[in-house]
Protein backbone atom coordinates (compact mmCIF):
# COMPACT_ATOMS: atom_id res chain seq x y z
CA UNK A 1 0.00 0.00 0.00
CA UNK A 2 1.40 3.64 -1.15
CA UNK A 3 0.14 5.87 1.76
CA UNK A 4 0.21 9.76 1.09
CA UNK A 5 0.63 11.97 3.86
CA UNK A 6 -3.17 12.57 3.92
CA UNK A 7 -3.67 8.92 4.65
CA UNK A 8 -1.59 8.76 7.74
CA UNK A 9 -3.33 10.92 10.00
CA UNK A 10 -6.00 9.15 11.36
CA UNK A 11 -8.71 11.51 13.17
CA UNK A 12 -9.91 9.93 16.26
CA UNK A 13 -14.05 10.75 16.68
CA UNK A 14 -14.54 10.67 20.47
CA UNK A 15 -18.07 11.43 20.46
CA UNK A 16 -21.21 10.30 21.43
CA UNK A 17 -23.72 11.42 18.79
CA UNK A 18 -24.03 12.29 15.28
CA UNK A 19 -24.61 15.53 14.66
CA UNK A 20 -20.77 16.49 16.45
CA UNK A 21 -19.10 13.85 13.83
CA UNK A 22 -21.02 16.00 10.92
CA UNK A 23 -20.06 18.85 12.28
CA UNK A 24 -16.49 18.53 12.23
CA UNK A 25 -16.59 16.26 9.30
CA UNK A 26 -18.16 18.92 7.64
CA UNK A 27 -15.77 21.74 8.76
CA UNK A 28 -12.42 19.24 8.44
CA UNK A 29 -13.57 18.10 4.40
CA UNK A 30 -11.19 17.14 2.05
CA UNK A 31 -8.18 17.88 4.53
CA UNK A 32 -8.18 14.05 6.34
CA UNK A 33 -9.45 11.00 4.11
CA UNK A 34 -9.71 8.42 7.55
CA UNK A 35 -11.64 8.58 10.65
CA UNK A 36 -11.47 6.59 13.78
CA UNK A 37 -15.09 5.23 15.15
CA UNK A 38 -14.06 3.88 18.67
CA UNK A 39 -16.05 2.37 21.05
CA UNK A 40 -17.86 4.93 22.46
CA UNK A 41 -19.10 6.43 19.08
CA UNK A 42 -19.93 3.24 17.54
CA UNK A 43 -22.31 2.10 20.30
CA UNK A 44 -23.94 5.89 21.07
CA UNK A 45 -24.67 5.85 16.89
CA UNK A 46 -25.57 2.20 16.88
CA UNK A 47 -22.79 1.92 14.06
CA UNK A 48 -24.49 4.52 11.98
CA UNK A 49 -21.16 6.52 12.17
CA UNK A 50 -19.82 4.18 9.68
CA UNK A 51 -22.57 4.47 7.08
CA UNK A 52 -22.06 8.45 7.48
CA UNK A 53 -18.42 8.13 7.17
CA UNK A 54 -18.82 5.53 4.09
CA UNK A 55 -21.51 8.40 2.17
CA UNK A 56 -18.86 10.69 2.02
CA UNK A 57 -16.41 8.00 0.96
CA UNK A 58 -14.16 8.39 3.57
CA UNK A 59 -12.02 4.96 5.38
CA UNK A 60 -12.74 3.89 8.44
CA UNK A 61 -10.65 2.67 11.72
CA UNK A 62 -13.01 0.16 13.56
CA UNK A 63 -11.49 0.81 17.05
CA UNK A 64 -13.75 -1.89 19.07
CA UNK A 65 -10.45 -3.68 20.08
CA UNK A 66 -11.85 -7.43 19.99
CA UNK A 67 -11.05 -9.15 22.92
CA UNK A 68 -12.63 -12.78 23.25
CA UNK A 69 -12.42 -16.70 22.69
CA UNK A 70 -11.27 -17.84 18.86
CA UNK A 71 -14.41 -18.23 17.51
CA UNK A 72 -16.47 -15.26 19.41
CA UNK A 73 -13.54 -12.81 17.96
CA UNK A 74 -13.30 -14.48 14.31
CA UNK A 75 -17.47 -13.76 14.12
CA UNK A 76 -16.70 -10.00 15.55
CA UNK A 77 -14.04 -9.56 12.74
CA UNK A 78 -16.66 -11.28 10.33
CA UNK A 79 -18.98 -8.14 11.39
CA UNK A 80 -16.05 -5.77 10.97
CA UNK A 81 -14.99 -7.16 7.33
CA UNK A 82 -19.29 -6.92 6.20
CA UNK A 83 -19.07 -3.08 7.15
CA UNK A 84 -16.19 -2.81 4.72
CA UNK A 85 -13.82 -0.90 6.85
CA UNK A 86 -10.42 0.23 6.41
CA UNK A 87 -8.82 -1.18 9.18
CA UNK A 88 -10.17 -2.98 12.75
CA UNK A 89 -8.24 -4.24 15.70
CA UNK A 90 -8.20 -7.23 18.50
CA UNK A 91 -6.11 -7.04 21.22
CA UNK A 92 -3.33 -9.30 20.84
CA UNK A 93 -3.46 -10.76 24.76
CA UNK A 94 -5.89 -13.40 22.68
CA UNK A 95 -3.33 -15.36 21.84
CA UNK A 96 -1.60 -16.73 19.07
CA UNK A 97 -4.57 -19.15 18.14
CA UNK A 98 -7.37 -16.64 18.40
CA UNK A 99 -5.49 -14.47 15.94
CA UNK A 100 -4.75 -17.13 13.51
CA UNK A 101 -8.67 -17.82 13.64
CA UNK A 102 -9.42 -14.23 12.11
CA UNK A 103 -6.98 -13.85 9.69
CA UNK A 104 -8.09 -17.49 8.73
CA UNK A 105 -11.82 -16.18 8.81
CA UNK A 106 -10.58 -13.23 6.74
CA UNK A 107 -9.09 -14.97 4.34
CA UNK A 108 -12.13 -16.82 3.45
CA UNK A 109 -13.98 -13.70 3.02
CA UNK A 110 -11.55 -11.69 0.79
CA UNK A 111 -11.82 -8.81 2.12
CA UNK A 112 -9.70 -6.03 1.84
CA UNK A 113 -9.94 -4.83 5.47
CA UNK A 114 -6.63 -4.68 7.49
CA UNK A 115 -6.29 -6.44 10.55
CA UNK A 116 -4.85 -4.68 13.60
CA UNK A 117 -3.31 -6.01 16.93
CA UNK A 118 -3.72 -3.26 19.60
CA UNK A 119 -0.53 -4.12 21.84
CA UNK A 120 -0.36 -1.97 24.96
CA UNK A 121 -2.67 1.01 25.51
CA UNK A 122 -0.50 4.11 25.33
CA UNK A 123 -2.53 5.24 28.92
CA UNK A 124 -0.79 2.82 30.87
CA UNK A 125 2.88 3.81 32.58
CA UNK A 126 5.89 1.26 32.51
CA UNK A 127 5.13 0.60 36.53
CA UNK A 128 1.82 0.30 35.99
CA UNK A 129 2.18 -2.89 33.49
CA UNK A 130 4.47 -4.04 35.84
CA UNK A 131 2.42 -4.26 38.55
CA UNK A 132 -0.67 -5.10 36.80
CA UNK A 133 0.61 -7.85 34.91
CA UNK A 134 3.07 -9.04 37.03
CA UNK A 135 5.62 -8.95 34.72
CA UNK A 136 9.47 -7.75 34.05
CA UNK A 137 9.31 -6.45 31.20
CA UNK A 138 8.24 -2.90 30.12
CA UNK A 139 5.40 -1.20 28.25
CA UNK A 140 7.84 -1.34 25.22
CA UNK A 141 9.17 -4.39 25.94
CA UNK A 142 5.92 -5.98 26.17
CA UNK A 143 4.53 -4.10 23.34
CA UNK A 144 7.14 -5.38 21.26
CA UNK A 145 7.20 -8.96 22.51
CA UNK A 146 3.31 -9.26 21.25
CA UNK A 147 3.95 -7.31 17.86
CA UNK A 148 5.89 -10.32 17.11
CA UNK A 149 3.06 -12.74 18.04
CA UNK A 150 0.77 -10.70 16.13
CA UNK A 151 3.35 -11.17 12.97
CA UNK A 152 3.68 -14.52 13.00
CA UNK A 153 0.32 -15.04 13.42
CA UNK A 154 -0.62 -13.46 9.90
CA UNK A 155 -1.88 -9.73 11.10
CA UNK A 156 -1.19 -6.79 8.99
CA UNK A 157 0.47 -4.92 11.92
CA UNK A 158 -0.51 -3.41 15.06
CA UNK A 159 -1.52 -0.15 17.78
CA UNK A 160 1.30 1.08 19.40
CA UNK A 161 2.83 3.88 20.70
CA UNK A 162 5.04 5.81 18.40
CA UNK A 163 8.57 5.12 21.07
CA UNK A 164 8.79 1.51 19.85
CA UNK A 165 7.37 1.73 16.28
CA UNK A 166 10.89 1.59 14.88
CA UNK A 167 11.85 -1.65 16.89
CA UNK A 168 8.79 -3.27 15.26
CA UNK A 169 9.15 -2.34 12.16
CA UNK A 170 12.74 -3.88 12.33
CA UNK A 171 11.60 -6.93 13.85
CA UNK A 172 8.40 -7.46 11.78
CA UNK A 173 9.38 -5.67 8.36
CA UNK A 174 8.33 -2.58 6.38
CA UNK A 175 5.04 -3.73 5.07
CA UNK A 176 3.92 -4.76 8.49
CA UNK A 177 1.88 -1.43 9.64
CA UNK A 178 2.36 0.67 12.96
CA UNK A 179 -0.69 2.66 13.73
CA UNK A 180 0.10 5.12 16.52
CA UNK A 181 -1.93 7.02 19.31
CA UNK A 182 -0.08 8.92 21.79
CA UNK A 183 0.89 11.25 19.33
CA UNK A 184 0.60 14.94 20.29
CA UNK A 185 1.57 18.15 17.71
CA UNK A 186 4.04 20.87 19.24
CA UNK A 187 1.32 22.97 19.99
CA UNK A 188 -1.10 20.79 22.20
CA UNK A 189 -1.48 19.16 25.40
CA UNK A 190 -0.51 16.10 26.59
CA UNK A 191 -4.36 15.10 28.29
CA UNK A 192 -3.99 11.81 29.62
CA UNK A 193 -1.83 9.89 27.29
CA UNK A 194 1.82 9.04 29.40
CA UNK A 195 4.23 7.27 26.19
CA UNK A 196 3.86 10.33 23.50
CA UNK A 197 5.94 11.71 20.22
CA UNK A 198 4.76 14.75 18.48
CA UNK A 199 3.98 13.58 14.80
CA UNK A 200 7.33 14.47 13.36
CA UNK A 201 9.51 12.43 15.96
CA UNK A 202 6.60 9.51 15.41
CA UNK A 203 6.89 9.00 11.59
CA UNK A 204 10.86 9.44 12.13
CA UNK A 205 10.60 6.11 14.93
CA UNK A 206 8.81 4.43 12.11
CA UNK A 207 5.04 5.43 12.54
CA UNK A 208 2.82 4.67 9.35
CA UNK A 209 -0.34 6.15 10.47
CA UNK A 210 -0.77 9.03 13.26
CA UNK A 211 -4.18 8.38 15.33
CA UNK A 212 -5.08 11.90 16.96
CA UNK A 213 -8.36 13.17 18.23
CA UNK A 214 -8.32 16.26 20.90
CA UNK A 215 -5.76 18.35 19.10
CA UNK A 216 -7.97 18.59 16.17
CA UNK A 217 -11.34 18.25 17.35
CA UNK A 218 -11.19 20.01 20.35
CA UNK A 219 -9.60 22.80 18.30
CA UNK A 220 -11.03 26.18 17.43
CA UNK A 221 -9.30 26.07 14.53
CA UNK A 222 -9.56 22.07 13.14
CA UNK A 223 -7.92 23.28 9.76
CA UNK A 224 -5.03 25.15 10.83
CA UNK A 225 -4.41 22.29 13.51
CA UNK A 226 -4.27 19.37 10.50
CA UNK A 227 -2.13 21.47 8.30
CA UNK A 228 0.31 21.98 11.31
CA UNK A 229 0.25 18.09 11.96
CA UNK A 230 0.90 17.66 7.89
CA UNK A 231 3.92 19.73 8.08
CA UNK A 232 5.08 18.16 11.02
CA UNK A 233 4.45 14.44 9.12
CA UNK A 234 6.43 15.83 5.97
CA UNK A 235 9.37 17.12 8.19
CA UNK A 236 9.55 13.62 10.32
CA UNK A 237 9.23 11.81 6.49
CA UNK A 238 12.38 13.86 5.42
CA UNK A 239 14.16 12.39 8.13
CA UNK A 240 13.79 8.86 7.32
Known sequence: MILNNCDRLIVALDYTNLNDVKKIVTSIGDKVNVYKVGLELFLNTRGEAIDYLHSLNKKVF????????PNTTAMASLFAIKEKVFMFNVHCSIGVTAMEKVVTTIKTSNSNSLCIGVTVLTSFSDKEIMEQFKTSLN?????THLAVQSKNAGLNGVVCSPIEAKKIKNLCGNDFYTICPGVRPSFASVDDQKRIMTPKDAIKNGADFLVIGRPITKSHDPIKAIDLIINEIEEGLLLC
Open 62 to 69: LDLKFHDI
Open 139 to 143: ASELA
